[in-house]
């Protein structure tokens, strides 16, 4: 089994009558197992072929080879699949509905009709999500992963479609989901990428598919776990606010609790290889009095009844303001982590609708806290939309003219958080 | 293995209780004490003259949270609810009765009108309306030939419910049509707990309702 460590971050103190406990606690999978140990996988790769993709060339070309270099990446034993998307999902490999087991043969079979490609028709994302269900269907146990390219918006299909596609599959593989150039949805791929607990990004340029692709698939293959649980259990008469991931995205948890009894909770964070991630949790808690002490939540790692890791949030009530009063730094940090991506949403809504003394003052938020977290990528990707004039003030000037790749850009990477430096 | 909490709480968790996060104070000399005796702890004289004004479940120690329903015990407290007894006469029991009773001259009364008894004091007794001997009669008399002179009681609760038990009446108590137990002198028994809306019926065709006012 795969090695967990769990580490809870938060100023336990509260004042007479406090009741809200704010804790972060970190989750590191060293992962690593050895080959056979790995749980079995199944990977699908659905590419885009719709007729947008010939707009311009280099897109479908850069799909062809950039689906061949992810097929090149699946390792032997896997089991796999192309889907080609259009207005319905069609499999490119193999030829009827079912997985191949990988090998240098099927690869290769599978190389050669990705080459064959052609761009036409039109774009349904839930129809090309519904096939590879099916097939994953057929891999029962295995740890299903895919990832899901796309160019254009869903036309072809209304949204109530798609969400109940996402219902269906939510829980049965994990999907990531990328972007090539400017005609997509950043709202809808992130909707998709969110129930099926995936990662979103933007691929500005054709040429940068293939090494995208690379390595979602190492990542997808590096997976050490099947599908982990966050476990939460909070005390009598508590109450769980919210719980969401913040590193290394920020991804709103509290929604999706499967209740295990009145007082736990889990939340699904899927397949694990060797990676860490944060998450924020809030409890409000019944004050009791001065020097008591309270376990205020329980938070266990779990895959399927196998505890991984733990980590305990504790509530202790003290007239102490000095000790009250303080904030941890790591609850400090993604609490202005999580009002960055705000601030970037609400910024970027505000200027489409052109509201744009809100936007200017939302934005110039957003440069001031991703200043004091150097958050470097998010302060480079506002800088592509606003002229900053002082980041310690959050002084800035909405710029005129702003390429679609930018906007596009900071919308889809507005989750994207940083770690807490060391020694600030 | 079961880990008992400073509160009574019986925890699966060793370190923390897994119903209210009480710290469990855990010296490795002691033996952890294990389930039965919070067993004993919850059928003490303490904890059922205490239950739960909810779902009767009893209080473990000084607990804020009921463990069964997670009622507040420190929400607006129960005491301060005032009961009231409603006394109607029910045609449909009359009816279901008339047999036991054909050989009494028993006459449905027809200028019947709703009583209200407001519920004070430890003990309300509830029995057969005698005119003639007012100093004795009970707080709720009833004119109904099927009831005892003395019938049942109710006794407040600690926690500002009432409670009823039947006298040894010679025609019997039920509550919500199930047994009410009876008091006699050779051992000693505990009153029925009585929820809001809950129907006493007795003699030929009285039912009180107890509820909040």
Redesign the interface.
């Known amino acids: 089994m795969s090695n967990f460590a769990a580490d809870v971050y938060q100023n336990h103190y509260l004042s007479v009558d406090g009741s809200q406990v704010n804790a972060i606690v970190t989750v590191a999978s060293a992962g690593g197992v050895e080959a056979a140990q790995q749980p079995e996988a199944a990977e699908i790769v659905i590419v885009d072929t719709s007729g947008s993709m010939y707009l311009p060339q280099t897109k479908i070309k850069g799909a062809r080879e950039a689906t061949s270099v992810a097929i090149d990446c699946i390792r032997d034993g896997v089991e796999f699949a192309v889907i080609a998307g259009t207005d319905h999902g069609s499999l490119v490999y193999p030829h009827e509905v079912r997985l191949v087991s990988a090998s240098e043969t099927t690869r290769s079979e599978a190389k050669r009709a990705v080459r064959r490609l052609k761009a036409e028709g039109g774009t349904a994302l839930g129809s090309w999500l519904k096939l590879a269900g099916r097939l994953f269907d057929t891999a029962p146990d295995r740890v299903c992963h895919a990832i899901l390219l796309t160019d254009g918006e869903n036309e072809h299909e209304t949204p109530a479609q798609l969400d109940a596609v996402l219902a269906a599959c939510e829980g049965h593989f994990q999907c990531d989901c990328r972007g090539v150039g400017t005609d997509w949805k950043v709202s809808e791929l992130r909707r998709i990428a969110s129930v099926l607990l995936g990662t979103v990004d933007i691929i500005a340029d054709p040429a940068d598919m293939a090494a995208d692709f690379r390595s979602m698939i190492q990542t997808a293959m590096g997976k050490a776990t099947r599908s982990v649980s966050m476990r939460v259990w909070t005390p009598q008469g508590a109450r769980l606010a919210f719980v969401r991931q913040v590193a290394p995205t920020i991804e709103e948890l509290t929604d999706r609790a499967v209740e295990v009894n009145a007082l736990t909770a889990d939340y699904p964070t899927g397949a694990w290889g060797q990676e860490s991630r944060d998450y924020h949790l809030c409890i409000n808690v019944q004050p009791r009095n001065i020097g008591d002490e309270m376990l205020a939540g329980r938070v266990s790692l779990v895959e399927g009844d196998e505890l991984l890791g733990q980590a305990l949030i504790k509530a202790v009530w003290t007239d102490d303001q000095q000790l009250s009063t303080k904030m941890n730094r790591e609850v400090a940090h993604y609490t202005g982590q999580e009002e960055l991506a705000d601030c970037i949403q609400d910024g970027l809504e505000a200027r489409q609708a052109g509201d744009h003394p809100t936007a200017t003052f939302k934005l110039g938020r957003a440069v001031q806290l991703a200043s004091e977290s150097g958050n470097e990528d998010k302060m480079k990707l506002l800088q592509g939309l606003v002229e900053v004039d002082d980041a310690a003030t959050g002084t800035v000037r909405l710029r005129r003219e702003v390429a679609d790749v930018d906007e596009m850009a900071l919308d889809t990477r507005s989750t994207k958080t940083v770690r807490v430096r060391p020694g600030t | 293995m079961i880990f008992l909490c400073p509160k009574g709480h019986a925890s699966t ?1 060793p ?9 469990i104070a855990a010296s490795p000399a002691q033996p952890t004490q294990v389930l039965p005796v919070v067993e004993e702890a919850d059928t003490s004289q303490a904890a059922r003259l205490n239950p739960c004004p909810r779902c009767r479940s009893p209080r473990s120690g000084d607990d ?2 009921c ?1 069964a329903c ?1 009622y ?1 015990f420190l929400s607006p407290t129960p005491a301060a609810v005032a009961w009231e007894a409603v006394v109607r006469v029910d045609t449909g029991q009359f009816a279901r009765l008339s047999d036991r009773f054909a050989s009494a001259p028993a006459s449905f009364p027809t200028d019947h009108v709703e009583q209200r008894f407001a519920l004070d004091g430890l003990r309300v007794r509830i029995g057969r309306s005698q005119g003639s001997r007012p100093e004795t009669a009970p707080e709720i008399a009833l004119h109904d030939p099927g009831v005892s002179r003395e019938h049942a009681i109710l006794e407040r609760q600690r926690d500002g419910t009432y409670a009823v038990l039947d006298l040894e009446s010679t025609n019997g108590t039920t509550v919500n049509d199930g047994p009410v137990p009876v008091r006699t002198d050779k051992a000693p028994v505990d009153p029925l707990p009585l929820d809001d809306g809950d129907q006493i019926r007795l003699g030929a065709w009285t039912t009180i309702t107890i509820r909040i006012r």
């Open positions: 968790t370190d923390y209780c897994d119903q209210c996060g009480d710290p804020r949270f463990e997670g507040d």
